[in-house]
């Protein structure tokens, strides 16, 4: 089944502690994408990667760090989370010209 | 830049009738395309269809259509046969740059029964 696979749905952690959310895609696309959503702000981009070792800013990259070692896999990691990354995520990729397709998110909330 | 536009803040329909979704979006590129998502109360993300500014034919998937009036920058989302699983948040989005989509604001669409 063609899917995006994001790790965990659900963190509670505390400001400072680095933590990881995992996103891997069996669709071999060459496009991922990070967001965030927020309301009343909606989802906004973070990060994106165009293929393996090409990554670039969104519009609200500030606080994250990504990485694109393997087509299929495109991490994000907070360094030191600070309660306003409490937020939704959501992982996604693409093929060139086609529609995103989501991960389920990941709900995370920093204290 | 993409602006997308919904002006319906929340819907109700009656189980097994039809529903429209509102969309218009601002775009000054001659080639774009238009995403329909849905997002249920559990908070993933679905695609539902798609439809690019090039296409003769409106775009259709199962239950789902898009009214497509590229005069009036519209791309509405019809809805046949209303389930009560079709209660959720309905996003009409645009590619941006970046690989990125532009949202609207949502439309929550509640189908009683």
């Known amino acids: 089944e063609a899917q995006v696979t994001q790790n965990p749905r659900y963190l509670i952690t505390v400001t400072g502690k680095k933590l990881t959310v995992t996103c891997s895609q069996n669709?071999?696309?060459?496009?991922m994408s990070w967001y965030r959503q927020d309301p009343g702000l909606g989802l906004r981009q973070i990060y994106y990667s165009m293929n393996v070792e090409v990554t670039d800013k969104g519009d609200v990259p500030e606080g994250y760090k990504v990485s694109r070692k393997e087509k299929r896999n495109f991490p994000l990691i907070l360094e030191s989370p600070s309660p306003n990354q409490t937020s939704l995520y959501f992982c996604?990729?693409?093929?060139?010209?086609?529609?995103?397709?989501f991960g389920d998110g990941t709900r995370l909330s920093i204290l | 830049a993409q602006k997308i536009t919904q002006t319906q803040p929340g819907m109700f329909v009656q189980e097994k009738e039809a529903v429209t979704l509102d969309c218009t979006y601002d775009?000054?590129?001659?080639?774009?395309?238009l995403f329909w998502y849905k997002q249920p109360s559990s908070g993933e993300m679905i695609f539902l269809i798609y439809q690019g500014s090039y296409d003769e034919q409106n775009a259709t998937e199962g239950r789902y259509s898009l009214n497509f009036q590229k005069a009036r920058k519209s791309a509405n989302l019809v809805i046949s046969a209303s389930q009560l699983g079709d209660s959720a948040m309905y996003f009409c989005a645009a590619p941006t740059g970046r690989r990125a989509l532009t949202f609207g604001s949502g439309t929550r669409l509640q189908v009683q029964p």
């Open positions: 669709m071999n696309h060459e496009y």
């Open positions: 996604a990729s693409s093929s060139r010209g086609g529609p995103q397709h």
């Open positions: 775009t000054s590129d001659q080639s774009y395309g």
